[in-house]
């Protein structure tokens, strides 16, 4: 850090003396380049030791239950000098001691989203995700309130991360997410009759032409690889939601789910 200010003098020192010097000089001086190295210093990480007392620091704020004022203003003085993996782990501490003191995940984003700049991708993808559910729901928590193509969408979506970041720190909630979509794209939430032809109970046309196209555009995938199994089992039996192997699909779904992403 003492780098920083050493440099930050002589950089002040050399603009102003440009002021007294012949403008040949003035001109040969590359001052957008110095500014690049002043900005490149500015953000200079603090050495591993001072990192880990850092997060060490930060950790007894979170034990204690101190303040959110405290956390986040620590947070804010710290930030810049951090690595992003440490960067990661002060959010996903942050996450957790908000979620336990109440806040939804509006309240939650609005906390951390100042400092995701210095975060890695596999953080600002996943906030993003949760941003997007936050800012435009699926559900009421009665029922679906999306249609399902969007429901599928998002579940890709998920998919995506966690195979972008298969080992990372965010896949476990995300993974959760992922299912509860693909979940809801299949049975709502637990009325799969929301998605047969009106006063029936077979799998309604249109819906199934949603499928059908998910597995075409996105062959490999693990949703294309779960509507694929489900439509297998309701041909089986006529595309009646009712059917005995659509039953057994419905009751063992989970398990499927999981099935399918361990393949």
């Known amino acids: 850090m003492k780098r920083m200010l050493i440099f930050l003098m002589v950089f002040s020192i050399l603009l102003s003396g440009c002021n007294k010097v012949p403008q040949e000089i003035k001109d040969s001086v590359d ?5 690049d190295a002043v900005v490149d210093i500015v953000v200079d990480k603090l050495e591993e030791q001072e990192q880990v007392k850092v997060l060490k620091e930060y950790y007894e704020y979170i034990q204690q239950r101190a303040s959110d004022d405290k956390i986040l203003s620590f947070l804010k003085e710290n930030v810049q000098g951090l690595d992003e993996k440490r960067v990661d782990e002060m959010l996903i501490q942050l996450e957790n001691h908000l979620s336990v003191k ?6 939650i984003l609005e906390k951390v989203s100042p400092y995701l700049q210095y975060a890695s991708d596999e953080l600002k993808s996943y906030f993003r995700i949760w941003e997007n559910e936050a800012d435009d729901q699926t559900t009421d928590g009665e029922s679906t309130i999306k249609p ?5 969408k998002r579940a890709l979506e998920a998919e ?9 720190k965010t896949r476990d909630r995300i993974e959760e997410l992922y299912r509860v979509y693909v979940k809801m794209g299949i049975e709502g939430l637990g ?3 929301i998605y ?6 077979r799998l309604s046309q249109e819906v199934q032409r949603i ?3 998910i597995i075409e555009d996105f062959p490999g995938s693990w949703t294309a690889a779960v509507l694929e199994s489900y439509l297998g089992e309701l041909n089986k039996d006529s595309m009646n939601l009712d ?3 659509a039953i057994y699909f419905f009751d063992n779904l989970d398990g499927i789910i999981e099935g399918i992403e361990k393949q």
């Open 31 to 35: 001052t957008e380049k110095l500014k």
């Open 102 to 107: 109440g806040y939804d995940t509006k309240g």
């Open 148 to 152: 399902v193509d969007e429901i599928l």
């Open 160 to 168: 995506d991360h966690i195979k972008r970041y298969p080992d990372g």
């Open 191 to 193: 009325n799969q009759y």
């Open 196 to 201: 047969a032809e009106e006063g029936e109970s």
């Open 211 to 213: 499928y059908e196209k």
């Open 243 to 245: 059917g005995p192997n």
